[in-house]
């Protein structure tokens, strides 16, 4: 899985991308025939305003996504975009234990 970078990629997401949301994120997804899987992290400003805590969520998500990229071989290729919607920092194993269940409403 690789990053998805550009605005309009991302738009693009946004506008046609399906959507489901567990206690941790909202996910927008859209599923393809291609061969690669990219993902967004995103975390609102208005939830963490101290860039320190926004980024030490997304280290959280990303290590979250690198330890489960097998699983995305399970769901299939496509773009995915997690929006972390807590107000609270989780810890590690909290935020993996609601990813997985998260990606069993994609099947």
């Known amino acids: ?3 998805i970078k550009g605005n309009k990629k991302i738009e ?3 506008s046609s991308g399906k959507r489901c949301s567990s206690s941790f994120f909202h996910c927008i997804f859209e599923l393809d025939d291609s061969t690669e899987s990219g993902y967004v ?3 609102p ?3 963490f305003p101290r860039a320190v805590d926004r980024n030490k969520v997304k280290r ?3 290590e979250v996504l690198r330890k489960n990229a097998d699983v995305f071989g399970d769901v299939g290729a496509g ?3 997690f ?3 807590s107000n609270m920092i989780a810890s590690f194993l909290d935020i993996e234990k609601d990813f997985k269940s ?3 409403k994609f099947f």
Do not use: C, Q, T, W
Request: cysteine-free.
């Open 1 to 3: 899985m690789k990053p």
């Open 12 to 14: 693009a997401l946004f």
């Open 41 to 43: 992290v995103s975390v």
């Open 45 to 47: 400003k208005k939830n």
């Open 60 to 62: 959280l998500v990303r």
């Open 79 to 81: 773009k995915f975009m």
């Open 83 to 85: 929006i972390y919607s």
């Open 102 to 104: 998260l990606l069993k």
